[in-house]
């Protein structure tokens, strides 16, 4: 397994501001990913984080809303710009150690709520 | 065709029964097959997974029955427990990139 750290747990922000959230794992990961959790709902998956490069995002996320940055094989952060209560959500890190169809492993998540 | 289908979308059962979630897929490119397992306020945890060259695999209560064929797989939860009772998601990828069931909420009543 890994030992995945995310960070804010928890957070409530005022609508319009951004906030960062960090993924540190215990080791250094094939890939990783950034996940959005809406409430009740299924996981989503954001972006790619690619090591040194712009990550890659799915259909409907955009990186001036989700700026992602990875500057090495076990750290991540993801940012939520100009956010509005729409963005309310849990954000979860998810990290693969092996092959691209190997075990995913996922953060506990950071519960995001914009007032 | 990047769907993974869940059914139920919730699921009560008793303590000692067995709890069978179902998914469905269409991409045939897919090659792995996960199963999450998600309590309230935590991060989705592995439970199995499966790969399309076996039909079916077990480990302790948990069983995965895989129709290559059908393009389907479920959950078996043989002797589900209170302990169980949980969120659960199916997974399909073939490129690391997880596309994730709707879930199903399980209770297991004692």
């Known amino acids: 397994s890994a030992v995945i750290s995310q960070k804010p747990s928890r957070d409530i922000c005022q609508r319009g501001t951004s906030l960062t959230i960090q993924c540190q794992v215990d080791?250094?990961?094939?890939?990783m990913f950034w996940y959005r959790q809406q409430p009740g709902q299924s996981l989503t998956l954001i972006a790619t984080a690619n090591q040194g490069s712009e990550a890659t995002y799915e259909s409907g996320f955009v990186i001036d809303k989700f700026p992602i940055s990875r500057p090495n094989l076990t750290f991540s952060t993801l940012t939520v710009s100009n956010m509005s209560p729409e963005d309310s959500s849990i954000y979860l890190c998810?990290?693969?150690?092996?092959?691209?169809?190997?075990?995913?492993?996922f953060g506990q998540g950071t519960r995001l709520t914009v007032v | 065709q990047q769907q993974v289908k869940q059914s139920p979308q919730s699921l009560i059962v008793q303590k000692g029964g067995i709890s069978i979630i179902n998914c469905a897929y269409e991409n045939t490119a897919f090659d792995y097959f996960p199963w999450y397992q998600q309590f309230p306020g935590k991060g989705p945890a592995l439970l199995i997974a499966i790969r399309p060259d076996v039909s079916e695999k077990k480990e302790g209560r948990f069983t995965i029955s895989f129709n290559k064929s059908a393009k389907q797989f479920s959950l078996h939860i043989m002797d589900s427990q209170p302990g169980d009772s949980a969120t659960y998601f199916c997974a399909a990828t073939h490129t690391g990139k997880l596309i994730f069931g709707q879930g199903t909420t399980l209770q297991v009543k004692p």
């Open positions: 998810s990290v693969v150690r092996g092959g691209m169809n190997t075990e995913a492993f």
């Open positions: 080791s250094q990961v094939t890939m």
